[in-house]
C-alpha cells in the first residue's frame, strides 16, 4: 500500500491521500499526495498564511524598503525577526518593522486615512529610504481599503518615491505558497521595466528564488564575479527595489527556488523572451552541474572548469572529513517543499546520508514529481504534516537528524534526536561549495553535540544509589 494512513490519523482519514511511501516495484508516478489543498480540519498545520509568503519570504528580504503592514501589529510583529537574511549595508531590513496598527475603530470606519498617515510618518522618519511595499492583511483586505490609491495619492505627493501594494491577506489562499505567486505576477506587471540598469558585462542574468539565507546570495556572488557574469537582479536575496525594476534587461534568468520564484521567470520568459534556466544551488555534484549549465549558455566554458576544479580543491578534502563521518546516518527533511528535492540527493551523494522521510509544507504537485523522483524507496513523502504524524515517523523510520524548523526542531529534541535548522541554518551559509561545508559541519556538530548524550542520561539512577551509599 503506497499511500499510508497512520495511526494517529484514525479520526481524520482523509490524511491518507496525503502521506507516500515508495515501495520497490510500482510505477511512483501512480502515487502522488496530494498537495496545495485547504488543510483539513483536525489536523494541525505547520503552514504559514498568504501574507507571510509574499512578506517574509519575498518583499522582506528586500535591503531599502520600507515594509508597511496595513492590519493588525501581530500580522507585522510575527514577520519580523523569523528569518535570517542579512543585507550588506546593515541589515535594515531585518533592524525595522512598520505597522498602521489596525484598531476596532479602524476596521469600523476604514483605515486608508490611517495607512496614508503612516506611509507619509515613515518616510518623514527615514529621509534616505524612497522606496516601499504596502501590503494588506484579513482585516485590511475584508473592509475593502483602497491601499493601490491611497499609494497612488503618496507618490503624486512625493515625487521621489515609489511604493508597490502587495493585495494578498492571508486567507487568500491555503498556504504561504499563495503569497509567492500574488507578489511574483504584481511585481512583474506593475514594476518590472520601469528603470534602466547599467550594464557592465557581456554576460548578464537575474539570479531567481535565493533569499540571503545567512549570506547565501554574497556566496555565489563571489562565484559570479569571477565568472564576470552581472547579476542585474537578485529577486530577493540582497537585493534593491529599483534592481528588481531592471529585471527585464537580463540575458538569463537562473532560478534556485522554483517553487517560490518560478512565476516570474516564467513571465520574464513570456513578456521579454528571458530564457530560464533551474539549477539546485545545495551540493557540490548540484553546484558544479549549475555552474556548468550557466557557463554554457554564456559559451564560458572554461572560466567555470577552473572555478569549479578551485573551489574543488578548496573544499572537497573537508566536505570528505565530513562524508567519512556521516555516512550511513538517516535524515529526515521537514521544510517548506523545494529543500526537499534540493536535498536529498545532494545528502545522499555528497555526505553518504540517507534521507528516510519528508515532509513538505506547501509544496505543489511538481515539487512532489521532483522529490519523489529524486528520492529513495522505503522513504515517506508527507503533504502538510502534523505533530502527531512527526512523532509516529519518528517511530516508524528512526532518524539519526532531523533537518526543519525551530518549532519542530525544539519538539524532537525532547525525543533527543538532533535538529539542524533547514530554514534559517544553523550556521550557513549552506548554498554553494563552501556552504555544504557548513551544513555537513553543523550535522556533524548536531549528531556528535555531548549534550544530547547528556540529556538522555536519566540521573536518578546513580543519584539513588550514591544517597545509598553515603547512608550506609
Ligand atoms: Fe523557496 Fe525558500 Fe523553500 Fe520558500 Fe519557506 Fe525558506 Fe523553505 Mo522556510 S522561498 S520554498 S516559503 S527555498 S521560508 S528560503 S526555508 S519553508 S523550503
Known amino acids: 500500500m503506497p499511500m499510508v494512513l497512520l495511526k494517529c490519523d484514525k479520526d481524520i482519514p482523509e490524511r491518507e491521500k496525503h502521506i507516500y511511501l515508495k515501495v520497490d516495484g510500482e510505477d511512483s508516478r501512480d502515487f502522488l499526495p496530494v498537495s496545495n489543498a485547504a488543510t483539513l480540519p483536525g489536523t494541525l498545520s505547520e503552514r504559514g498564511c498568504a501574507f507571510c509568503g509574499a512578506k517574509l519570504v519575498i518583499g522582506g528580504v528586500l535591503k531599502d524598503t520600507i515594509q508597511m503592514i496595513h492590519g493588525p501589529v501581530g500580522c507585522a510583529y510575527d ?61 485590511t483586505a475584508l473592509i475593502g481599503d483602497d491601499v493601490k490609491a491611497v499609494a497612488k495619492k503618496v507618490m503624486s505627493e512625493r515625487p521621489d518615491v515609489d511604493i508597490f501594494t502587495c493585495e494578498c491577506p492571508g486567507f487568500a489562499g491555503v498556504s504561504q505558497s499563495k503569497g509567492h505567486h500574488v507578489l511574483n505576477i504584481g511585481w512583474i506587471n506593475e514594476k518590472v521595466g520601469t528603470v534602466e540598469p547599467v550594464i557592465t558585462s557581456k554576460y548578464t542574468m537575474n539570479f531567481i528564488g535565493d533569499f540571503n539565507i545567512q549570506g547565501d546570495t554574497q556566496l555565489l556572488n563571489q562565484y559570479w564575479e569571477k565568472l564576470g ?167 516508524l523510520v528512526k532518524p539519526d537528524i532531523i533537518f526543519t524548523g525551530p518549532r519542530v526542531g525544539e519538539l524532537v529534541k525532547k525525543l533527543h534526536i538532533p535538529y539542524v535548522n533547514g530554514h534559517g541554518y544553523h550556521n550557513g551559509p549552506y548554498m554553494g561549495f563552501e ?33 545509598l551509599e553515603a547512608a550506609e
Open 79 to 139: 514577520t519580523w525577526h523569523t528569518k535570517r537574511y542579512p543585507t550588506d549595508n546593515g541589515h535594515f531590513n531585518m533592524k525595522y518593522v512598520w505597522s498602521t496598527d489596525m484598531k476596532e475603530s479602524h476596521i469600523v470606519f476604514g483605515g486608508e486615512k490611517r495607512l496614508e498617515k503612516s506611509i507619509n510618518e515613515a518616510f518623514d522618519e527615514m529621509p534616505d529610504i524612497k522606496r516601499m511595499f504596502v501590503y494588506t492583511t484579513c482585516p
Open 435 to 467: 556552504g555544504f561545508v557548513n551544513l555537513a559541519r553543523d550535522t556533524y556538530n548536531a549528531m556528535y553535540n555531548p549534550l544530547l548524550k547528556l540529556a538522555a542520561t536519566d540521573i536518578r539512577g546513580p543519584v539513588s544509589t550514591r544517597f
Open 229 to 395: 557574469i552581472q547579476v542585474i537582479a537578485h529577486f530577493t536575496g540582497n537585493g534593491t527595489y529599483d534592481d528588481l525594476r531592471a529585471m527585464h534587461r537580463a540575458q538569463l534568468s537562473v532560478v534556485n527556488c522554483a517553487r517560490s520564484s518560478g512565476y516570474i521567470a516564467n513571465e520574464l520568459k513570456k513578456q521579454y523572451g528571458i530564457p530560464r534556466l533551474d539549477i539546485d544551488s545545495w551540493g557540490f555534484n548540484y553546484m558544479a552541474e549549475a555552474i556548468r549549465k550557466i557557463c554554457a549558455f554564456f559559451g564560458i566554458e572554461d572560466r567555470g572548469e577552473a572555478l569549479i576544479a578551485d573551489e574543488y580543491t578548496k573544499w572537497k578534502p573537508k566536505l570528505d572529513w565530513y562524508k567519512e563521518r556521516l555516512k550511513g546516518t538517516k535524515m529526515a527533511i521537514w521544510t517548506g517543499g523545494p529543500r526537499l528535492w534540493h536535498w536529498t540527493k545532494s545528502v545522499e551523494d555528497d555526505l553518504g546520508v540517507q534521507v528516510v522521510a519528508m515532509s513538505s509544507k506547501f509544496g505543489h504537485q511538481e515539487d512532489f514529481e521532483k522529490v519523489i523522483a529524486r528520492g529513495k524507496q522505503g522513504t515517506y513523502y508527507i503533504d502538510d504534516g502534523n505533530e502527531l504524524e512527526f512523532f509516529e515517523i519518528i517511530e
